[in-house]
Structures are given as structure tokens and as C-alpha cells.
């Protein structure tokens, strides 16, 4: 993997974090949407203009590709390397976690 690929997505935004996550499966931008926004409890509402510049860039970065069009809908699925980028994400924010919880390398703190 690209070492400047990293340096751009790792850490994500949550708004990247989201969109590629739900890219696990064939998705549109609408949909997407509607998904973070059940997911996150109507806490994050992705833009148009947000979604679509991401995926625009998440494409020509090839961590996602083009499916197919359908009624004006561009239906998108993550790549190898979108999978790589997005693993790493959850290596961090799992890495975040633990350390939260005082679960960081020496085992707990007393």
C-alpha cells in the first residue's frame, strides 16, 4: 500500500470512515446516507456535496469503484485497498478504545 495513501485516510474522517464502511456492500450515495444516519442515531447527516466530492476522491484513489448506473444512481463497491485502508481505521479506533479503557500495551493501569 501506498505510504501517501495512508498519510491521506489514516486517521479518517468519520464522514470517510462511514462512507467506506458502507461500501462492505453495493451502495449509492443516497443510500449511504440514509444508512449513516440510522447508524449514528441522526447524529451525522452526510451532505451531497460531502458524499459525492468522497466518493469522487475515494474513486480516483481507487479504494472504491464504479459498479454500475442505474436511474441516475452510481452504485459503488469498496476495493482490495479501500479494505486495507479501512482495516487499518479499525486497528486505530479499536487501539483508541482499549487505551481509553487503560488496556494499552502494559496491560491495565491500577
Known amino acids: 500500500m501506498d505510504n501517501k495513501l495512508k ?5 479518517m474522517t468519520e464522514t470517510g470512515f462511514y462512507i467506506l ?3 462492505q456492500d453495493e451502495n449509492h450515495g443516497y443510500n449511504i446516507g440514509q444508512q449513516v444516519k440510522q447508524m449514528t442515531g ?5 451532505s451531497p456535496g460531502t ?5 469522487s476522491k475515494m474513486e480516483q484513489d481507487g479504494l472504491i469503484y ?6 441516475k ?3 459503488y463497491h469498496i476495493t482490495l485497498l479501500g479494505h486495507e485502508i479501512l482495516d487499518l481505521e479499525l486497528a486505530r479506533i479499536e487501539r483508541l ?3 481509553s479503557k487503560g488496556e494499552f500495551l502494559g496491560g491495565t493501569t491500577s
Not at 498519510?7 to 486517521?11: A, L, S
Not at 464504479?66 to 436511474?71: A, D, M, Q, R, Y
Open 51 to 55: 458524499m459525492y466530492g468522497t466518493l
Open 42 to 46: 441522526g447524529e451525522l447527516n452526510i
Open 21 to 23: 464502511y458502507c461500501l
Open 66 to 71: 464504479l459498479v454500475k448506473v442505474e436511474e
Open 7 to 11: 498519510r491521506i485516510y489514516i486517521p
Open 97 to 99: 478504545y482499549k487505551n
Open 73 to 75: 444512481r452510481k452504485f
